[in-house]
C-alpha cells in the first residue's frame, strides 16, 4: 500500500510559481498520482493525474521523474483563492482497493498578497 | 451534468440516536464512496459501493453502514450516535474507468452530535 509524504504547511505571494512536492517511494507499477485541492467546508476537488513524465491541463503541472518515487504538483501564478488545502494520492483507481484508503494530512498552501 | 447531491446538508442530533444521509451521484456514475472528515483525524475513507456491492471498507466500527440503490444513490446510516461522529460526510461518485477515475465530492452533510 502505497503511502505519501508531503509537506504540513507552504506559505507563497499571489503571482508566484509554487510547487508541492510528495514522497512516495513504494509506489506500484499500476500506480497513478493524483492531486486534490480543498477549500474549506467542501468536498475535495480533482486537480490533475498522471503516470509517469509531465502532465499538464488549465490549472496545473503535474512532474514526475522517471523512479516515480515522488511527484511535484506546480501551480503558475497562484492567487489568493488558491489558499486550500492539496492532498497526494497514490494508487490504481480502477483495481486497487486500497487506492481511497489513505489520504494523509495533505499540505496546507496560503497565498499572501 | 448536475453533480453530485448530499442530503440533508446539516443534521443535528443526539447521543444514542441514528441517522441515514442520502448520495445522489453523478448520472452514469456507479461507484460511490463515503469519507468522514474531522479537523483533528483529516479525510477518512468510511467504504465504497460499487453496482450495489460494496466494494471497500475503511477502518471504522460497525455502526456505520450503507447501501447502494440500483440507480446508484447510496445512503449511509450511523447508529447509536456519539459525540466523536460529530463531522463532515462526504460523499464522492466516480465512474472507476482508468480514463476517467476521477473521484467528485458532493458539499458534505454537517452533523452535530449533542
Known amino acids: 500500500l502505497a503511502k505519501t509524504t508531503q509537506p504540513i504547511s507552504m506559505d507563497s505571494y499571489e503571482g508566484q510559481e509554487v510547487n508541492i512536492t510528495c514522497s512516495h517511494n513504494?509506489?506500484?507499477?499500476?500506480?497513478?498520482i493524483t492531486w486534490y485541492q480543498q477549500f474549506p467546508s467542501q468536498g475535495p476537488r480533482f486537480i490533475i493525474q498522471?503516470?509517469?513524465?509531465?502532465v499538464t491541463n488549465e490549472v496545473a503541472s503535474l512532474f514526475i521523474p522517471a523512479d516515480r518515487k515522488s511527484s511535484t504538483l506546480s501551480l503558475p501564478r497562484v492567487s489568493l483563492s488558491d489558499t486550500a488545502v492539496y492532498y497526494c494520492?497514490?494508487?490504481?483507481?480502477?483495481?486497487?482497493?486500497?487506492?481511497?484508503?489513505?489520504w494523509g494530512a495533505g499540505t496546507k498552501l496560503i497565498i499572501k498578497p | 451534468k448536475a453533480g453530485v447531491t448530499q442530503t440533508p446538508r446539516y443534521l443535528i442530533k443526539t447521543r444514542g440516536q441514528q441517522v441515514t444521509l442520502s448520495c445522489s451521484p453523478i448520472s452514469g456514475h456507479r461507484s460511490v464512496s463515503w469519507y468522514q472528515q474531522t479537523p483533528g483525524q483529516g479525510l477518512q475513507f468510511l467504504f465504497e459501493y460499487f453496482s450495489e456491492t460494496q466494494r471497500n471498507k475503511g477502518n471504522f466500527p460497525g455502526r456505520f453502514s450503507g447501501r447502494q440503490f440500483s440507480n446508484s444513490r447510496s445512503e449511509m446510516n450511523v447508529s447509536t450516535l456519539e459525540l466523536g461522529d460529530s463531522a463532515l460526510y462526504l460523499c464522492a461518485s466516480s465512474t472507476r474507468d482508468r480514463a476517467h477515475n476521477e473521484q467528485f465530492f458532493g458539499p458534505g452533510t454537517r452533523l452535530t452530535v449533542l
Open positions: 494520492l497514490v494508487g490504481d483507481p480502477v483495481m486497487d482497493s486500497n487506492y481511497q484508503l489513505i
Open positions: 513504494n509506489i506500484a507499477t499500476n500506480d497513478y
Open positions: 498522471g503516470y509517469k513524465t509531465k
